[in-house]
């Protein structure tokens, strides 16, 4: 059975897992419920590069490079970085796209 539009932006939206999209120039436009109670902010705070204001200052640079090598090799990555959390912590994250 294929999921309809609403079912599966119901799916992404109401997912503990913390969900972002990218547009194909690597511009982040989405982030999910998930992501923002994690962090703390509002949607037009991390769309963009808003989001990057979290990630860790020594992390930042790797972070970005293997997204961008990954989006223009059409490839799937993976990383762990540090990303700022709503009290300010700082936490691991594992990311894939």
């Not at 999910?32 to 979290?54: S, V, Y």
């Not at 992390?59 to 700022?84: G, M, S, T």
């Amino acid at each position: 059975m294929d999921l309809s539009a609403r079912e599966y932006q119901a799916l992404v939206e109401f997912s503990p897992n913390m969900i972002w999209r990218s547009d194909i120039d690597g511009k982040l436009d989405y982030f999910n419920k998930a992501w923002l109670a994690f962090t703390g902010r509002t949607l037009d705070q991390e769309h963009g590069a808003g989001w990057r204001a979290c990630v860790h200052t020594e992390d930042l640079d790797r972070y970005l490079k293997v997204c961008a090598e990954a989006l223009n090799d059409k490839k799937p990555f993976h990383i762990e970085y540090r990303h700022k959390r709503h009290d300010g912590q700082w936490r691991w994250l594992y990311c894939q796209g």
